[in-house]
């Protein structure tokens, strides 16, 4: 079974540009949630989608944006973007939510965006 | 103050040492708790996962949950250089929710 992918591995942008990443979930998933990593902050929660629909937000401005298609593929897009926003941004998918047990969010390797 | 902390170490023993790894937390809704590893340029992968307070083991690994304290840790016997990676903990609040709280990441040596 194919993990989680994400694409393009490695981007480098300046200061002002925007950006758009990728992810395809594991087949059958249909939660793809996203995750901002740094040094100082760690790992941090963005947003999260379930049938195309936001279920979930985190504390992020409004310059980063996303959206699911009908086959579960994501995409996440940063805006004007700052020197701050480099880091590794990471995709999780998980089986559709339920009302019992944990869903297990599987990873993906990460796009590691660097702002000039 | 951060939600879940974490000591990012650097933590360095030997081989076959007793690992023990921590997390603190303020949020009394955290209902699930979590222990995910992450090696260098991958993505994390869930070790183990409680519900609620109590203990769960796996192989050579041990991981306790005491919500009175809100405290949960990670043990690691008979560790292993392929054991050397980063620790993240992470909880979540909701059953089936998808948004983790993590900690900041143990970064673990294990020294041959």
């Known amino acids: 079974k194919a993990g989680v992918t994400q694409t393009p591995r490695y981007l480098i942008k300046t200061r002002g540009q925007q950006v758009t990443l990728s992810c395809s979930p594991i087949s059958g998933h249909r939660s793809v949630s996203w995750y901002q990593q740094t040094p100082g902050q760690g790992l941090q929660f963005l947003f999260e989608?379930?049938?195309?629909?936001?279920?979930n937000k985190g504390n992020f401005p409004g310059r980063f944006s996303g959206r699911q298609f009908s086959n579960s593929r994501s995409e996440m897009n940063v805006s004007t973007l700052e020197l701050g926003d480099s880091a590794l941004y990471l995709c999780a998918s998980s089986l559709p939510p339920t009302g019992g047990d944990y869903n297990e969010q599987f990873f993906g390797p990460g796009t590691r965006l660097t702002v000039l | 103050q951060k939600e879940v902390e974490q000591d990012p170490g650097p933590l360095s023993v030997p081989e076959g040492a007793i690992v023990s790894l921590n997390c603190t937390y303020s949020n009394s809704a955290f209902q699930y708790f979590m222990w995910y590893r992450q090696y260098s340029r991958k993505g994390p992968e869930l070790l183990m996962y409680t519900y609620s307070s109590g203990n769960k083991e796996d192989g050579r690994f041990t991981a306790q949950v005491d919500k009175s304290s809100k405290y949960i840790s990670l043990f690691i016997r008979d560790s292993q250089p392929s054991d050397s990676a980063t620790y993240l903990c992470?909880?979540?609040?909701?059953?089936?929710?998808?948004?983790?709280?993590f900690g900041q990441g143990t970064r673990l040596t294990i020294n041959p």
């Open positions: 989608y379930f049938s195309e629909t936001q279920r």
């Open positions: 992470a909880m979540s609040e909701v059953t089936g929710a998808q948004k983790l709280v």
